[in-house]
Structures are given as structure tokens and as C-alpha cells.
Nanobody, 121 residues
Framework: QVQLVESGGGSVQAGGSLRLSCVAS????????MGWFRQAPGLEREFVGT???????YYADSVKGRFTISRDNAKNTVYLQMNSLKPEDTAVYYC???????????????WGQGTQVTVSS
């Protein structure tokens, strides 16, 4: 089993930055794909980006060029650096671990509890 805990969320003005962390425990996640998703009120959970076991990354078009995912296997931690934040980025952000780097929630077996990000205009 893998437990994931996100942190780093908060409130920021448009144009600002936040860095989310996702710490894994229970087993090493170095061989897993680690994804980030977000869910705004009344909307479905949507893909943000993912990092493969070999550090290859893929992002949703809505965040490409603004968000960066990285991983530190020594710390069993994945990060989501968010720059140039917009009000439409407001959501609960979730990290997830899976055996394949997919863009759908079904591709990930383990999920964190989420962290709130609020961007004001």
C-alpha cells in the first residue's frame, strides 16, 4: 500500500506561485508514475500533469509552460511548481500514484487527500 499526503496549498493572488508537495509512505514510489489532478466545485476531477518513472513529464494544455512536476526519489516526494497562477486554477489538487503515466483517474491506484489552492484576481 502507498499513502500519499499533499501539502503546500493556500491562497495567492493571480500571477503568483505555489509549490505543492506530495510525500509518499508505505513503499517507494520511484518506479511509479506520479500524477497531479485537480477538482473545482461542481466539476469533474481533471488531469494536470504526470511524471514517469524515468522523469519524463506530460502536462495538460491548460497548465503547459506554467506548471512543472518534479520528483525526488531520495525523499519519496513529488512536487508541483505552479507559476503565473490564474483564478481558473482554483481547485483542490490531488496527487496520485500508478503503474502507468496516464491522463485519466482510472490509471492511478493510490490517491492523496488533496490540498486547496485558491487564486484571487
Amino acid at each position: 500500500q502507498v499513502q500519499l499526503v499533499e501539502s503546500g496549498g493556500g491562497s495567492v493572488q493571480a500571477g503568483g506561485s505555489l509549490r505543492l508537495s506530495c510525500v509518499a509512505s508505505g513503499r517507494t514510489v520511484s518506479s511509479y508514475a506520479m500524477g497531479w489532478f485537480r477538482q473545482a466545485p461542481g466539476l469533474e476531477r481533471e488531469f494536470v500533469g504526470t511524471v514517469r518513472w524515468n522523469d519524463g513529464t506530460y502536462y495538460a494544455d491548460s497548465v503547459k509552460g506554467r506548471f512543472t512536476i518534479s520528483r525526488d526519489n531520495a525523499k519519496n516526494t513529488v512536487y508541483l511548481q505552479m507559476n503565473s497562477l490564474k483564478p481558473e486554477d482554483t481547485a483542490v489538487y490531488y496527487c496520485a500514484a500508478g503503474v502507468r503515466a496516464t491522463t485519466t483517474t482510472l490509471g492511478y491506484q493510490y490517491w492523496g487527500q488533496g490540498t486547496q489552492v485558491t487564486v484571487s484576481s
